[in-house]
Nanobody, 121 residues
Framework: QVQLVESGGGLVQAGGSLRLSCAAS????????MGWFRQAPGKEREFVAA????????HYADFVKGRFTISRDNAKNTVYLQMNSLKPEDTAVYYC??????????????WGQGTQVTVSS
């Protein structure tokens, strides 16, 4: 069992930056693939980024490539999402997920409660 708690969301102007954190508790964090997803009002939850546990290979949705960076610190049981050059269309609730093997929400076993990111124009 893994519990996930996100933090770091907030209100930022377009072009600004935020860093989201996801603190995990429970055993074997270092052996879980970790992902970030987001959900805007009226839209389905969508993949943002993921990092694999074995080799820390990262994957990104096309709309965040070059702007967002996912990383993990296994010693701190934490995964991060550095978000730069934010756009109003990045506004959403961002969710941390663990235990998946792909880039769809259905593939992940554990979820955090989400943190709101709002980007003003």
């Amino acid at each position: 069992q893994v519990q996930l708690v996100e933090s770091g969301g907030g209100l930022v102007q377009a072009g600004g930056s935020l860093r989201l954190s996801c603190a995990a508790s429970g055993r074997s964090f270092s052996s879980y693939n970790m992902g970030w997803f987001r959900q805007a009002p009226g839209k389905e939850r969508e993949f943002v980024a993921a990092i694999w546990w074995r080799d820390s290979i990262t994957h990104y949705a096309d709309f965040v490539k070059g702007r967002f960076t996912i990383s993990r610190d296994n010693a701190k049981n934490t995964v991060y999402l550095q978000m730069n050059s934010l756009k109003p269309e990045d506004t959403a609730v961002y969710y941390c997920a663990a235990g998946g093997w792909g880039m769809t929400p259905a593939e992940y076993m554990y979820w955090g409660q989400g943190t709101q990111v709002t980007v003003s124009s």
